[in-house]
Every structure is written in structure tokens, then in C-alpha cells.
């Protein structure tokens, strides 16, 4: 259709690209050619794809947050002068403003913030990897009205967090619909226990519609040969679910964790809307820099968002490391070389002959 | 041997076709079933009720006159449209902020996928060094509050003239839209296989040409996917939105909806918001009706089948 | 393994390479303050097109307003910039704008407790003495815009509290007079609630949830119990008997069941709901809502059944917040004197009358309320007017911020009972001499 003759240049360039395996990636598939020579077009070609999205990112966050490190490292002084003008004197605290957020008042105030986050992002993270796989089967099965549901489980995520925010607190009123239905007397937006559960179940309400899509892009790419294979070897639901569907979408499902934790440890829109802010029941670490910076007091405020910024970054190596998040593509062919015993395997290593053959006849013509 | 072969071969092996999976996935044993699909059906609905329910409140409370917006009952006693004149009342430029917050979140998401489907390529298909650092680099800008960014980029932005232009929301939002393109597009197109594009390359197709028609028709669900994610998030940023422009003629939804202002100074506008948030909620989901097909029906499509 | 190890160790050496950079380069952080250059104190000057940056006036006054002054400037065009309704956003806006010294806010629409932090941090100019009529206007307006001997504001409209009270239960049960006191009140809830139609009503209601409403409510607790919040030289006194006498109102309004369960969670709107729906007998609160509870279209199942008068204190009528706005200028214009000549004209009274027609804001003049052609039209000036020459302002001080946190925070742990009033206060008084150093 489009390109019937081969051109000679990539015929060459692929040729010289059949090199053997070098013995350093015993995970590859005996089916696969080598592509692990580093060429230096590769590299080129490499930084000219990744440059631009590179140059977008240094410009948005490493400006912030290199003024975020070096204002973490000042106090303003914030006294008066005689005409009762703030005299501002900003001087050079070193990690004072770090130590401070341990100690003291503040001391207690930031460990309650960081339990809150740790608290929140464990819950609902963890409650909406299950909603959001729930989700995606659904969404993956045929019945009639599927479209509907898919739309209807994207909706909770469509809406603006500001307005959920807004709709959950009217639902949780003390006379509103939620106690209205419980016919109970539950004091959702005050201090306390109720609150925390407010936030989990408005949040994971708001954001398990990720999970689930994320989730069923990944279904989607699992090939029905594996499903048939296993339905002939006689797996059930189960089964099939335990040992096709999760292992596939297992990269997928972790990047989609990877962030929506990236994201819930951020928490901060939806317990300020929905319970109020200085609510200490929710407050959250992004809570308490904002209203640090809130009461002018610049350094401390950034110290607190570097703190979260490191804490981000140590639950993200964590993740990765011990779940194994696939970053580099280091494990990419584990998975499918694991199914290679299957028959879905078998169906493409006869493609790939017969595309072989082809190519070995049109090479003979 | 053709593109179009290589295609079909991609679709016999590499990638099903939503009716296969889905008839694999309904093919119990049917003594099973109907037991099954009773508790199936049972859950389907509860996702239902969870997803809709908080919704229909929102639109039941938007159908509510502002005197009688906090009533319980399911339906609103009496109609009224009133919430929704007001939000396109004049003063409020709403239509406007649509237009500007579809802009917005248009462009980004288009600019994220660019960035994203060539990092993605680049990171899943190419051998370089450093691989790892710029993957962490590129996830580690999804780790600062965004709340902390605000200051510095409206000092930026002010010293480079981009107060109340639709640039000043578009790269901030990139930074999130492109990290999660990016590692989202990665995890896809590694678990897609390398050898058809081989095929296509010995084929003599260029890598150009391979990745163009072999790669990005397979991880169409990724791409898609990631464009609804993002275009999402864009549509519903607020505080970048909100620092950055103070022009009536370029701000976005979510911003207007924050100057909306009750009768009086204590009276939360709440009947004019929910509105506004079924308003600005209706058009995603009629663009996800319309993506969704594209997610399941673009491997076919692909496929030229 | 090895590979996992690899890719963990990479993205930890990525996070210590990017933290390691950072603090390499604080020398281009650029957020340091530069010490400014005095600021030659009230050198209004400068014509041009300026901004009026406000949260939106939902009646149309204001915008009126503007496009006179836009009809008789065409040189020094006046702009609407709309802030968002909410007055923390609104506050972080024009913190934010003020800090990186944008020359975009020229004139600020100001809620009277953050005139002190933003004269105290000079993103306001003091005005000159003559710049507003201030003999004409509440003198507790006028109070609240002066920031250490000097007027940095125009006061533009105010807000006092109102008792909102159920006369129709009042003469069923035989009370000739509103309560005047918290012990009249209790006195009259009794009898009220024995009342067949009072059955399942609560006796009153203030707003309790930890929010700038609290701060007002504990104000006028104590001040109506003859204390203060602070001193006249700004430092505070919650330590003492009038205090605890005050916030004693609100705990044993809790504890006796005075005030229904759920009023912690109470905003204005959630107050003014139970007693639109006939839950209460008495609710502290603004005047904004008087239209709403008159309401005759089935809405409100108290119209034409309450009545208003001062809030209760120990001995006799209580001490109201005061609330409101006044504009201010930025020192950051280019703009100056159009700056100041539109504020002196905005705040005018010929203007205040004006806006009277669309707008139910109440003036800062006293003698618009006296106009028997507004009073029929907002019956509750006349009320209003007592209970605005009585106001005391809320805390005047630098950090506002941390103060209003304060006292939220120690009087929401009382009346919760977290803690006992004198625990409560003496905490309070710690923090807030802490602040006011």
C-alpha cells in the first residue's frame, strides 16, 4: 500500500542494529532481536525529543522551587518600627526555619498535618486503586448501556474540585441530605473523626474515576488470544483476573497509583472547601504551607514546602522500589516473555515468521 | 507484504479487538451465570449510585430558587431555571470563560500528548544514558505543592509581560499534564511489542513511518486516555488561573465561578455554583462519550478491519 | 534485582541532584525583599487610567459608580477588576500583587480588619487628612480605616449584628419587651419553649464553626460581657474576668442545651436557614438576611413573625462587631492622584446615597439612615444605626492573620469542650501576646 519497496537505508540501518545480545539483559525473549547498542543517533535523537518537554518543566517548577529552597533558608523579622510600619528585615536563618517545623507548637501542628496527609493518601489511595479497578472491569465488560457507564464513572472526576468541594459540604451538613438519608445526627464539618471520613469519601469519589481509566487503557491492550488460551486450559473469572488480568495491567495500575499518590499528598482544595481551613482533623501539609504563607510568614511556609517536596520524593523512590514500578524499562519484556507459554505468544511468533518469510521471499525476488 | 498487513497481524496478535475480550470475558460456564451476573449487575449498580448520586444532587440543588437551596427533597419543589439565567447573566462573561477554559485546556493537552508521545518514544524505543535521571526529573516536578508555585511564577510572568495571557496558564498546567503523558505514554508503548515495528522497519519503512503507523495505532488507548486525563485537569485548574489573569476576556470557568457572588455579602452564591458545575461538567462527559469510542474503537480502526 | 536497584538509585541521586542544585543556587532565587526606597510620605501624583480591584457588587452599585466617574474622567478611565467572593482569596490576591510590587492594583477595596496589616506593611498610602468627610460618617467606620493616628482608608460601607427574635412566640407567651440581657433571654426561652408551638425549637443561635465568624462572635461575647479582646495599645487582655464571663455565654449556651447541637457547624447561612425554617426563637446575625426571612413567596415560614433589635449583653444591650470595607490606595500605581480623586469621589455621599437605590450595603453616613424613603425600603437601618454607634471593631492589629487563627482555634476548643474556659483564655492570651510583640 504505502511503501511496498523497501528502502536500502533501512534495510542497513536495522541490519546493523542485529547485533548479538549482550549477556547483561538475560531477560529478553530468545524471539526478540537486540536493541541495547547505545548509537550515538539514538542519544541525538533522544535529546531532541526530550529537550522540549524538559525546557517546559525546568521553566515551571525548578524556578519555583529553587526560590522556595532559598527563601526556606531566611526569616523576616518581623518587628515594628516607631511608626508601627513592619520593618522588614530578612535575614540569613540557615535550617532554623527546618528545625522550627519540629519543635514546640509548630512542632505539633506540623507532625498532625503529616499524620493527616500519610493518613489521607494511604485510605484513599488504597480505596481508590479497588473502586478504580472495579471500575475498569466494568467498564471492560459488554452489556448494554456500557457507554453510559463509562461516561457517568468520568463524571465525579469532570467536576471542578472547587465545586465538589462545595457540594459535599452541603451534603454533609448536619441538616443535609447525607444525615437526612442516615437519619442520623453525624457533625460531618466539625472537628473530629466524622470529618476525616468527609474528606476520604469525597476524595476518593473525585478521583477513583482516574484509576478507572487509566486502569482500562491498560485492559484494553491485553490481547483476547490470552483470555481464549486460558479459557482452554479451563480458568475461571478468578483465575483469569489473578493471573492475566492484574499481572497485565500492573504497569499501568502502578503508574496510575504513582501519581494519584504524587497527587493525594498534595491534598488541599477539598478538606479547605469542604471542612474549612485551621480545622485540625484534616489539616493536610499543603494546608499548613499555605496558611503559613498566608500569615506572611515566607520562610517558614517554604520550608514546609520543601519538607513535603522531599517527603513526596522519598514516598515515590519507596513506591518504586519496593512495588517495583517499572521507570526505566528495565522489566519491560518480563511480562511478556512470561506469556510466551502461552498461546497468544505462539499466535504472534508465527506472525513474526511468517512476516520473516515474507521478508525473506520479497528480499529473494 | 503491506502496512496494512503488518497492521492485521498487529491486530491478531498484539492487540484485541474490544468484542473479542469482551466475549472472552462474558463466556462463563453457564450454570454459573445467572448467579454471577445478578451480583455483577448488583455492583454495576452501586458504582452507579456512587458516581451519580452526589451529581444529581448537584443538579437537583442547581434547579433550586436561592431562597429554598438547601431543601432535602429529591426533587426541586418548586423549578426554577434561575440559577442558570444568572450564570450567563452579562456581567459575568460565563459563555466567554468557556470558550477561554476550552482554549486552555485544549492546547495543553494537545501540547502535552506532543511532548509526551516523543519523550515516551524516545524513552521506550531509544538507547541513550540517563535515561532514569530524566524520567525522575520529569515525575519530580509533579512533587511540589502547587500552591508554592503561585508567588514566583506571577513574579516570572510579570517580569515577562504574561499577566492575562492564555500562555501563563498553558505551561503551568503542562507541568503536570506533560509528567503524566509522559510516564503514562512510557508504561504503554513498552508493553506494546517491538517486534512489529521491527517488521515494518525491515519492511523498509523508516523508524518515522513505523512509529506513525505501527506504534502510535496500538497505544491509541494510552493516547486517548491521557487526553481526557488532561484535558480534565487543565479545564479545572484554579489558582494559576486566578493569579495570573485579571481581564474578564481571559479568564476561565473555574475563575468566574469564583466571582460569583451571592445576593448579599454572607449569601454563598451555592445555587449559582452548582449550576455552573453541571454547566462546565456536561460538555466533559459528552467529549468522554465521544473519546471512550476511540479508546475501544480505535485498535479496530487501526487496523483497517 | 539489580535493575531495580539501578533505577532506585537513579531517581534517588535525580531528587539529591535536583535539592543539591537548589540550594547551590540561592544566589539567583530572587525573592529576597530589596530594601525599598522610602516612600515620600502622600506624594499623590500621577494621572492616568487606574483599577478599582473589589470582589464583585452583585446589586450593580458600584459598577455604577464607576461609569459616572468613566463618563466625566475619559482621560482617567476607571477598570473593574473582580476578585473572587471569597475574602481569603481575595486577601491572598492583593497580598500576592503587593509583594511583587505590580503596578495593576491601583485602588483596593479593603475589609476593615486587614487595614492595620496592610498599612503596618505599607501596600496602602495613609490619605490626607482631608481627603474624606470623616465628621459626617459612623465614627466607628472611621475608627476601623485608621491605622495608628493616621486615615488610610475611606470607609465605603459598613455591617453591625442584629438580634433577630420571633415576636409572634414573644406575645404568645406573654413577653411585652425583646430580651436586653443573655438572662432575659434565657428567662423568656423558658417560657417560649413550653409553648405547644414551639415544640422541637431550639433558643438561639449565633455562628460557631472555626471561622472569621467565630472571632466576631467570641468579640461581641466578651465585649457585651464589658471586656475587651485587645487594649487600646494592642495588647491583649482575655485573661480576665470579662472575658471568661463571655465566652461563658457561649460554652454554657452549649452545655445547657440553649443553643441547638449543631450550631459548632453554623455559618450565617445555616443560621439564618434554621430560623428561616422556624427552628429558633433567637439568632444573632447580619442584616443582609432580613430581606430573605420577609420573603412572602412560601420560602421563609417566619416572614412577617420576627423582629430585630440590638444583641443581648450581661447587664444590657450587647456590644456588635463591626464589619464592612474602605478603600485604600497602592502605593504601586503610577496613578496617584486619580487614584485618590476617585476614592474621595467613590466614598462621597452623594454616591452613598446613589448606590442606596440598588444596593442594601449600609452607608458609612449617618444621615442616610434617618431618609424615611430608605427606611421603608430596609426597615432595619434604624436598628442598624444603634448598633453601629455602639460597634467596637474587631482586633486592630499587624498580624490579623495569626490573631483571628488564635482565637478561633482556643474559643472553638471551648465550646466543644476540648478545654475549660480558663485553659481556653489563658492559652489565647498566650498566643496573642506572643503575636502582639
Known amino acids: 500500500m504505502t511503501s511496498t519497496v523497501p528502502s536500502p537505508g533501512a534495510q542497513t540501518g536495522t541490519l546493523q542494529r542485529t547485533t548479538p545480545p549482550r549477556p547483561a539483559t538475560p531477560r529478553q525473549s530468545t524471539t526478540r532481536r537486540k536493541r541495547g547498542n547505545r548509537s550515538p543517533g539514538e542519544g541525538r535523537m533522544a535529546a531532541m525529543l526530550l529537550s522540549p518537554t524538559i525546557l517546559v518543566l525546568a521553566l515551571v517548577i525548578m524556578y519555583p522551587l529553587l526560590s522556595a529552597v532559598h527563601q526556606s533558608l531566611f526569616r523576616a523579622e518581623s518587628g515594628l518600627d516607631a511608626d508601627g510600619f513592619v520593618s522588614e528585615v530578612e535575614s540569613f536563618v540557615g535550617l532554623a526555619n527546618y528545625a522550627d517545623l519540629f519543635v514546640g507548637e509548630s512542632g505539633r501542628r506540623f507532625l498532625n498535618a503529616f499524620a493527616n496527609t500519610t493518613f489521607f493518601t494511604v485510605t484513599t489511595v488504597f480505596l481508590e486503586t479497588v473502586l478504580g479497578l472495579c471500575m475498569a472491569l466494568a467498564m471492560n465488560r459488554a452489556f448494554r448501556g456500557r457507554s453510559f457507564l463509562r461516561a457517568s464513572i468520568l463524571v465525579p472526576w469532570a467536576v471542578p474540585t472547587a465545586v465538589s468541594g462545595l457540594l459535599w459540604r452541603w451534603i454533609f451538613q448536619s441538616d443535609g441530605i447525607a444525615n437526612n438519608l442516615l437519619g442520623s445526627e453525624v457533625l460531618w464539618t466539625a472537628e473530629g473523626n466524622a470529618s476525616k471520613l468527609a474528606v476520604i469519601i469525597a476524595e476518593v469519589w473525585k478521583t477513583a474515576p482516574f484509576i478507572g481509566l487509566l486502569v482500562l487503557a491498560g485492559m484494553q491492550i491485553i490481547p483476547a488470544e490470552v483470555y481464549e488460551a486460558a479459557k482452554i486450559d479451563g480458568a475461571g473469572w478468578w483465575r483469569q483476573l489473578g493471573s492475566i488480568t492484574l499481572p497485565l495491567v500492573k504497569p499501568t495500575l502502578l503508574v496510575a497509583v504513582l501519581f494519584r499518590m504524587l497527587d493525594a499528598l498534595r491534598m488541599f482544595d477539598l478538606p479547605f472547601v469542604l471542612v474549612g481551613p485551621g480545622k485540625e482533623s484534616v489539616e493536610t501539609l499543603s494546608m499548613l504551607a499555605w496558611d503559613e504563607s498566608n500569615q506572611l510568614r515566607y520562610g517558614s511556609a517554604s520550608a514546609f514546602a520543601v519538607v513535603l517536596f522531599l517527603y513526596v520524593a522519598v514516598v515515590a523512590i519507596v513506591f518504586v522500589k519496593v512495588l517495583g514500578a517499572d521507570v526505566t524499562g528495565a522489566k519491560e519484556l518480563k511480562l511478556m516473555s512470561k506469556k510466551s507459554r502461552t498461546k497468544a505468544t505462539r499466535t504472534r511468533d508465527i506472525a513474526d515468521r511468517e512476516i520473516a518469510e515474507q521478508k525473506k521471499a520479497e528480499a529473494t525476488r | 507484504m503491506t502496512i496494512s498487513d503488518l497492521r492485521n497481524a498487529a491486530a491478531d496478535s498484539g492487540a484485541p479487538s474490544a468484542p473479542t475480550a469482551a466475549a472472552a470475558a462474558a463466556g462463563q460456564p453457564k450454570a454459573k451465570r445467572t448467579w454471577r451476573s445478578y451480583s455483577v449487575y448488583a455492583g454495576l449498580a452501586l458504582i452507579f449510585a456512587y458516581c451519580l448520586a452526589p451529581f444529581y444532587w448537584m443538579i437537583v440543588s442547581s434547579l433550586r430558587r436561592t431562597a429554598d437551596i438547601f431543601d432535602n427533597t429529591l426533587l426541586p419543589a418548586p423549578f426554577s431555571l434561575e440559577n442558570y439565567v444568572k450564570v450567563f447573566d452579562g456581567s459575568t462573561m460565563f459563555g466567554q470563560a468557556l470558550l477561554n477554559s476550552l482554549i486552555v485546556a485544549g492546547t495543553t493537552t494537545v501540547f502535552a500528548l506532543v511532548l509526551g508521545v516523543f519523550a515516551a518514544y524516545a524513552i521506550s524505543r531509544l538507547n541513550f544514558r540517563f535515561k532514569s535521571v530524566i524520567l525522575g526529573v520529569i515525575i519530580a516536578t509533579s512533587m511540589f505543592p502547587g500552591i508554592s508555585v503561585v508567588v514566583p511564577l506571577l513574579r516570572l510572568f510579570t517580569d515577562i509581560g504574561w499577566i492575562n495571557t492564555y500562555q501563563a496558564m498553558i505551561v503551568p498546567n503542562l507541568s503536570f499534564a506533560i509528567p503524566l503523558a509522559v510516564w503514562n505514554l512510557t508504561t504503554f508503548m513498552k508493553q506494546l511489542p517491538f517486534d512489529l515495528e521491527e517488521a515494518a522497519m525491515i519492511d523498509g519503512c523508516t523508524k518515522w513511518q513505523a512509529f506513525r503507523k505501527v506504534l502510535l495505532p496500538l497505544a491509541a488507548p494510552g493516547v486517548f486516555t491521557t487526553a481526557i486525563l488532561t484535558f480534565i485537569h487543565s479545564w479545572n485548574e484554579f489558582i494559576i488561573a486566578l493569579s495570573m489573569i485579571n481581564n474578564p476576556a481571559v479568564q476561565t470557568a473555574t475563575v468566574a465561578i469564583s466571582k460569583f457572588t451571592g445576593a448579599t455579602e454572607f449569601q454563598a452564591p451555592f445555587g449559582e455554583q452548582m449550576a455552573a458545575g453541571v454547566i462546565v461538567t456536561v460538555p466533559l462527559v459528552i467529549m468522554v462519550l465521544v473519546f471512550q469510542r476511540r479508546i475501544v474503537e480505535g485498535l479496530t480502526a487501526g487496523a483497517g478491519k | ?437
Open chain 3, 1 to 437: 534485582m539489580r535493575q531495580r536497584r539501578h533505577t532506585w538509585q537513579t531517581l534517588f541521586t535525580t531528587t539529591a541532584l535536583v535539592t543539591a542544585a537548589a540550594v547551590g543556587l540561592t544566589a539567583c532565587g530572587g525573592t529576597a525583599t530589596e530594601p525599598k526606597a522610602a516612600q515620600s510620605a502622600a506624594a499623590f501624583e500621577g494621572k492616568g487610567p487606574i483599577n478599582y480591584v473589589s470582589n464583585r457588587d452583585a446589586s450593580g452599585a458600584a459598577n455604577k459608580t464607576i461609569e459616572e466617574w468613566n463618563a466625566a474622567h475619559p482621560e482617567e478611565k476607571v477598570t473593574f477588576i473582580e476578585l473572587p467572593d471569597s475574602a481569603d482569596q481575595q486577601r491572598q490576591q492583593l497580598i500576592q500583587n503587593a509583594q511583587i510590587k505590580s503596578d495593576t492594583f491601583s485602588v483596593l477595596n479593603l475589609d476593615v480588619v486587614w487595614t492595620s496589616e496592610f498599612a503596618a506593611n505599607k501596600w496602602i498610602m495613609p490619605l490626607p487628612k482631608d481627603a474624606v468627610p470623616t465628621d459626617k460618617m459612623i465614627p466607628a467606620t472611621v475608627n476601623a480605616a485608621t491605622y495608628r493616628d493616621s486615615l488610610v482608608g475611606a470607609p465605603y460601607y459598613t455591617d453591625g449584628a442584629l438580634f433577630y427574635f420571633r415576636s409572634d412566640l414573644l406575645t404568645a407567651a406573654g413577653i411585652a419587651a425583646p430580651p436586653k440581657t443573655w438572662d432575659e433571654m434565657k428567662a423568656a426561652c423558658t417560657k417560649i419553649l413550653a409553648l405547644p408551638e414551639a415544640a422541637g425549637m431550639s433558643c438561639y443561635t449565633g455562628q460557631f464553626d472555626k471561622n472569621e465568624a467565630l472571632t466576631v462572635n467570641f468579640s461581641e461575647a466578651v465585649a457585651s460581657a464589658g471586656g475587651t479582646v485587645v487594649d487600646a495599645e494592642g495588647k491583649p487582655t482575655v485573661n480576665t474576668a470579662e472575658a471568661k464571663k463571655g465566652l461563658n455565654l457561649l460554652v454554657d449556651g452549649f452545655k445547657d442545651g440553649l443553643f441547638p447541637s449543631d450550631a459548632i457547624t453554623y455559618l450565617e447561612e445555616q443560621g439564618r436557614r434554621a430560623f428561616q425554617d422556624g427552628k429558633l426563637v433567637f439568632m444573632r446575625n447580619w442584616p443582609f438576611l432580613h430581606a430573605s426571612l420577609s420573603a412572602t413567596d412560601g420560602s421563609s415560614k417566619v416572614a412577617g413573625k420576627f423582629d430585630i433589635t440590638s444583641i443581648p449583653g450581661t447587664d444590657g444591650p450587647g456590644v456588635s462587631t463591626l464589619g464592612g470595607r474602605s478603600l485604600a490606595v497602592s502605593p504601586f500605581t503610577p496613578n496617584k492622584a486619580t487614584a485618590l480623586e476617585f476614592v474621595k469621589f467613590f466614598t462621597s455621599e452623594e454616591q452613598a446615597q446613589k448606590r442606596l437605590a440598588l444596593s442594601s450595603r449600609a452607608p458609612v453616613y449617618a444621615s442616610l439612615f434617618a431618609d424615611p424613603a430608605v427606611v421603608a425600603k430596609r426597615p432595619f437601618f434604624p436598628t442598624l444605626l444603634t448598633s453601629l454607634n455602639n460597634a467596637q471593631p474587631r482586633p486592630k492589629v499587624v498580624q490579623y492573620g495569626a490573631t483571628t487563627k488564635a482565637i478561633q482555634e482556643e474559643a472553638y476548643a471551648a465550646i466543644t469542650g476540648a478545654k475549660d474556659t480558663d485553659t481556653a483564655l489563658n492559652d489565647m492570651q498566650a498566643k496573642l501576646t506572643e503575636l502582639s510583640k
